[in-house]
């Protein structure tokens, strides 16, 4: 079978993103971690087939946290989740321009505001003229704006975010 957009259907790239700041309950960043300690790599493998490529690292992003974060725009520690998203942007986009399929083990959903970028840059500059389709699954639609939240949880605007149904004017917020 002829793939479309990807180059090999048997390389995996895998972003490992401990991240936890686009919501307050403690424990998400580890989810990561848990995955691969748990076999899912060993699993992807050898009993899919795929050929990993992965940096070996779960990142935390501890030297892109902010001294301070205080809350802007109704949203909560979004200088926070914005660097790290870009930088997640960036790993996902190096997979993705290669032509692989890309997997980001993550935390909370805030990381697939960067995870969904790298990808939707690497399809436009890989594929001009094709689209990317998303396909959500989740208990919650993840689609609230700063004017519509109740929380002020920036995990639950990441769709917002990615489909520019809101768009921040400060380059270091989503800009």
Aim: glycine share 10%; charged share 20%; no cysteine.
């Amino acid at each position: 079978m002829k793939l479309n957009y990807l180059d090999t259907g048997t390389e995996l790239g895998v972003v490992g993103a401990g991240f936890s700041r686009g919501q307050p309950r403690p424990g998400v960043a580890v989810g990561p971690s848990s995955l691969i300690a748990a076999g899912l790599l060993e699993q992807l493998e050898h009993d899919l087939q795929y050929t990993l490529v992965f940096d070996d690292a779960v990142h935390v992003y501890q030297s892109l946290m902010p001294f301070e974060d205080p809350t802007y725009n109704n949203m909560h520690r979004s200088l926070a989740v914005g660097a790290v998203n870009k930088r997640i942007s960036e790993q996902v986009y190096k997979h993705a321009h290669e032509g692989r399929f890309v997997l980001t083990l993550g935390g909370d959903h805030s990381i697939s505001i960067g995870s969904l970028a790298g990808t939707a840059e690497a399809v436009h500059n890989r594929l001009p003229g094709k689209e990317l389709a998303v396909v959500w699954i989740d208990a919650h639609s993840d689609i609230s704006t700063p004017e519509t939240t109740i929380s002020g949880n920036i995990h639950g605007m990441a769709l917002a975010f990615s489909t520019g149904l809101y768009r921040s004017h400060d380059p270091d917020r989503f800009g």
